[in-house]
Each structure stands twice: as C-alpha cells, then as structure tokens.
C-alpha cells in the first residue's frame, strides 16, 4: 500500500529565532481576519504518534558529543511524517513537531478548508492589495520626486499571520514503511 | 580544477539523474559558504553544519554587535570546526526543560542521558514505580552520584517541584569545577525560570564526596537516615586502551576538550571483581554504596552493549538486586524497538540462588544500550504506615 504523504522540515520557522520575535513588532493584520480562521489544530493523541529513533541524532553515550536534536514523527492513521530540527533542544523539537503534524494532518483532511489553507489564502489576497498599494505608492513617488517633493518608503511590514507558517520544506514522498530510520540492532 | 574531475561511477549515476540534479552534483566544494565549509571537518555532513551555523549565528545575534556579528561568526566557525565543542563555544546546553551551563572542565550533557532522565521522571510520575507519590510521607528524596553539571538532579527537582511535589535532591561530585557550576546550574534555572525557588519541603544541594571513600559517602547513609526513593549515576565508564588508542571510537573533539577525570576512570581504583573489567569499576562500587542507602530505584548509565551486559550479569550476583526487577534501557527508552532490536535477554546467572537458571532482563526503547534500571518491586515497598498492596 502506497501512500502519498508529505515530509514537512521545521527549520527556519522563525518560531524560535530573535528574528521571529522581532517580526511580530510590524503586526499589521486586522482583527477581523483573525476571527473567521478555524481554531489552531491540536496535535493528535500520543496513541497515534510513532516517534523514530534516528541514528543520526542517536545519543552516543560519553564517547561522542553529537549536537544533532531531530525529531521525526509518524502519524499512523495518515503516515504523514514530519521532522523537527530547529532548536538544539529535543523537548521543544517534540513540541514543534507535533504542532506541525497537526496543521499537515488538518490539511490532509480538511483540504482546502484546513486552517493553514484559509491563512495562505488571506495571507495572499492582503499581498495582492499590499502590490496595489505599493504600485500606488511608488507611482505617487515617482510624482512626488518629479515634483521635488521628499518622502520616505516604509520599511515592509509583515501580517502576523506570517507566524502561522513554518516555512517548512515540503516534499511528497512515499511510506517507505521498511526504510524508515534504523537503529543499530 | 580538480573538483571538475568526475568518477567514472559518479558520470554514470549524473547521467540518471534528472537535470535539476546535475547541477547541484556538480557544484563541489567551491560552492559551499565559507562558513558551513569551516564547519564540515567537525559536522561532516551539510545538514548539521546548516543546524550549528544557524545556533551560531542566533548567539552571535544576541551577544554581538550588527557590526561585529559577521567576523565573530566566521571565527566561531572556525573553532568549531577544530573540533572545539558547540556547547564551549555557546556556553549552554538544553537538557529538558533546563539549560545547563557548560564549562571546560565538566562533562557535556548528553542526549542520552536526557532520554532515561525523562523516562525515569515519566516513571516516577505516571506509573508509581515509586509507589503513589501522594502516599509518599516525606519527600521524594533523590541522589545523583558523578553530578557533573548536575543536569540529572536538577532535572528531576525542576519536574517534581512543577508538580507541587516534596522533594529533596542531592548532587555528588569530587570536581570542585563540577560542584561549583552545578550549583551556578540551579541559579541560572531559577533565573531563567526553569526553576522555582525552593519552597517549604523541596530541597537541592550538592556535595563534595569521592565515591571511592567511605568516610565522605557515609553521611548519606547514617543510621535512622530517612528513605532513599532513587539513586542515578552516570560514572566514568571509557577504557583507558579506548581512550587512548586512535581508534576513533572516542570522538576526537571529547578527547581533545571534555575532562578525562569525568570519563575514564582512574588507575588507582583497584581491581574490579571477577567478571568485569577494569573500567567498569565504578559499577560495583556503586552497588555496594546502593546496598548501604537502598534506594527504591537505581539507574545507572553505562557505555556500550558489551559494558551493559557484563553489569548486568554481575547485578544478578550482587545482594542489591536480590528480588529487584532488572531491565535494560536503550539510547531512546520511549521509543519503540524496531525489527531487528532484541526486547529481552537471558543473562547467565552463577548465583546457586537462582539454581543455575538464567534471568530474564526485559531491554527497553531502541538504540544502543545505555542503562541499566533496578527497581524494588512495588508490592514489596513499605509506604510508611502500610504496605501497599497491589
Ligand atoms: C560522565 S560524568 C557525568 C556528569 C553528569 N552526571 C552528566 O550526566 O552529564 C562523570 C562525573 O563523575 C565525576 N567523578 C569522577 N570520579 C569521581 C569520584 N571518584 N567520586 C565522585 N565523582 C567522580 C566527574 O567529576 C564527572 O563530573
């Protein structure tokens, strides 16, 4: 049995980063948006999670001193597989990775009205008009400097709904069932 | 132009290969930042050293200025790459929901080490392997001998104390250099947040004891001392021929920096006992200091499969583990075996108690064997006022 599922990396989510934080300090979405968007999806129940031990990541007692903190974790009903590596601590990697699960699986299921598609949508039609804006914006500059006029260009401003998207790297694969992750035996 | 030259083997597989591959294939070496080229000779693959270089730029950024931030990267880079340690160069490592310091001189926590300390805490806390904690009449007291950074107690008391549970913790270690950042360890916690101060009833401290002295380990174990609840240990467990031979077991970055006090144990400790070897030393000392204290539960850390099963067999002859269950833990306790990996194993038994059968340990979770778990049963535990039956 072949399933498609999709293999989400959660790196660069900004969520842990200085960066992120600093983001969310040009919040400009308006509220109303916020309201229609479905609850944040909870991560499945822990009976439905598989956790890999990866060998890579594998701790090698007092010889080695590995720095690797992945976490990758199978959804049994779906065989959606997700990897978390973001932060150097496997605890909030396990955390990460289980909020990630939960929007791949609510897409999975929920198609084009899951959570994250609804985001996506906004996220794109409030781009649309920021391009309009700008398209404006610049066209009044362009009047402006023809008529001597100073003014300044805003610095970009970014939806916090930029937050809700772990950037992860995508990447349709099969249940490679017997060729998941193995441990030395 | 060297980096253009391509293997026979190598030619045949581009020519497989859809296009877009091509290219990424051919882009050797000359193509990798300078900064992830630094790190590969201690990363050595592209994807950890991406992850080192984002940890490092993430510190730079908040401990440099913008203008600096660049230089100083490249430069830790570059020392990381020499094989310096990424917890020395950040000065922090996580280890649950704590960050430990680190400092040369103390022993880096490892993952490892974090699993079966999480395992453990999951044991205590959701499986009354210590019996009920709510019938517990005094506090759950806990020692950790070979504390190092103290990650192990420290850990626990942050886990039990969440969960408004007595609890008195002590930390043992002979390194002055340990004691001193494990207590730094608890004031950084509290600091973070990591960590409440102490309340009425919960109690961490470390001391300063040689494990091999009677005189300094007796004051844990005076008579009318209240209930040891759990004993861990993570001792020195490397061979000397391990340490010292170039064998590339022992990863040269711990050679070269972490301190050997904290991982081979020391020529004059004597002879161990028949069936073990020299570096395993630490365990039977231990056993007999678990005899003195019995402690409900012991965990101790051990190096490699062959190291676990020699400890394991001798815990079947020691007094303490007498009508104590035995399991082995693997790197990842929680996590399930997978095909290939044993789930249980007949250790030889010598002991005529046991009338020449084998004994049966139950091995736990998936990788490599890391500890190994003595457990007084829980029917056999007196809770204080009565037994509790089960
Ligand atoms: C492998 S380290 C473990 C550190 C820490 N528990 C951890 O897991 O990260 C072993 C520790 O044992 C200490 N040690 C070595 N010999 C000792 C002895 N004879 N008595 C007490 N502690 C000792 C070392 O100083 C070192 O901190």
Redesign the pocket.
Known sequence: MLRTLSQAACFNSGRFSSKGVSRLSFTTAPKCWLKQLPPRPGPPPDSEIEEFYLKGSGPGG?KINKTNSAVQLRHTPTGIVVKCQSTRSRDQNRKAAREILAQKIDEFRNGDQARSAIVGRIKQKKSASADKKKRRKYKKLEEDRESGAEAAVEGEAESNLAQDQSEPVQESTRDRGADTPKAIP | MSHLMIRPATSRLLRTLPLRRHSSLLRTNSSIPPNLALLLPTCKDLESARNELRWLREHVEKTTSPAKAPAVVTELCRQRGQGVPLQYILGTQPFGSLEILCRPN?????AA?ESYTNHLLDLIISHNVIGPLDEIKESVNVI??????G??PLQVFASLQRRNIMVDVKG????PH?LELAKDNLDHNVKQGNIASPREGQSIGFHK????RDDEMDIFSKPGQKTWHIMTS???YISEEVWSEDTGDVELSVRQHE?R???VP?RNLGDAPEGLERHDIFYSRLLDIAMELNPRILLL?IGDDAQALRVAEYCTRHPFCKSRIIELWRDCPDIKPDANEQTEIILESSDKDQGGFGRKVPIKGSGQLRAIYVQQPIESMDMGDRKIAC
């Open positions: 007092q | 103390v022993l880096i926590p490892r080490t950790d001998v070979c504390t190092g950074t990650c192990i043992v270690d002979v390194s340990a004891a040689d494990v091999f993570n001792p020195p301190p006090l904290a991982l020391e850390e």
